[in-house]
């Protein structure tokens, strides 16, 4: 029942801040439009639009859902009939502002409390504490407070070291992507006798299969393999016979 009345006596107390805020947008508006209907409607826009967020609030509220958003854009309504208001007040002096910014800074802080005490009440005991929140908070923010203090006091004693081993954990921490592996060169095998020296630089030789250079061509590898030039040439000849056989 206390909180019926206390959502109730905000509707009374509402509409006449509403009618002072509405009264210093109109100031404002008109002043800049020189539009009487178009400055009425626009300075009625943001009371409007808050009565649309507060009924949106309260209702998602007696359900026991969460209205974050709409309890958000009820101050940002707030803040922008703040501006208004303000700038239809002497900006020299503070006591005319705080008289021109009071009621919808008032009237936001009202609605929103009003919302969040119907949520707590229908969500009764589903609705965790605050408290738990920040207890379990406070034993990681006095963890992070312990190690930065003690490498703090590290960095003071032993700075070089403690830059190295901080280095060393980011790296660590951060690895770069391993580099792509080159495949290993595939072996090749190098003939083991003179006769297979002198064949394999034969079928490379620009002349290889020309019987007409075979003499020519034997007297020149025979040298680089080490062999005769007739016995170059027998091996040659031979691998012509063979291969035209």
């Known amino acids: 029942m206390l909180i019926v009345v206390a959502a109730w006596l905000p509707a009374l107390i509402d509409g006449g801040a509403l009618f002072v805020s509405f009264s210093a947008q109109y100031a404002y508006i008109f002043r800049v439009r020189r539009q009487d209907a178009a400055s009425v409607i626009e300075a009625l826009l943001l009371d409007l ?46 006591r005319s502002v705080a008289a021109y910014a009071i009621a919808p800074i008032a009237l936001a802080v009202v609605v929103d409390r009003v919302v969040a005490v119907i949520r707590s009440h229908v969500l009764a005991d589903q609705q965790p504490s605050a408290w738990v929140t920040v207890g379990r908070a406070a034993p990681a923010v006095a963890r992070i407070a312990g190690l930065v203090l003690l490498y703090s006091v590290r960095f003071a004693l032993a700075a070089p070291e403690t830059v190295r081993g901080l280095r ?34 034969y079928r490379a030789h620009p002349g290889y299969g020309d019987r007409s250079r075979a003499s020519r061509v034997a007297a020149e590898l025979g040298a680089q393999a080490g062999l005769q030039a007739g016995t170059a040439r027998s091996y040659l000849y031979a691998e012509l016979d063979g291969k035209k056989s």
Do not use: W
């Open 168 to 201: 060393r954990m980011v790296l660590n921490a951060a690895p770069l992507p391993a580099l792509p592996q080159m495949p290993a060169p595939e072996a090749t095998e190098h003939p083991s006798t003179k006769k297979a020296v002198l064949l394999a630089l």
């Open 49 to 94: 639009l808050m009565i649309v967020f507060t009924l949106l609030a309260l209702g998602l509220s007696r359900a026991g859902k969460s209205a974050r958003a709409e309890r958000a854009l009820i101050l940002a309504c707030a803040a922008a009939s703040a501006y208004m208001n303000v700038a239809a007040a002497d900006v020299a002096s503070p």
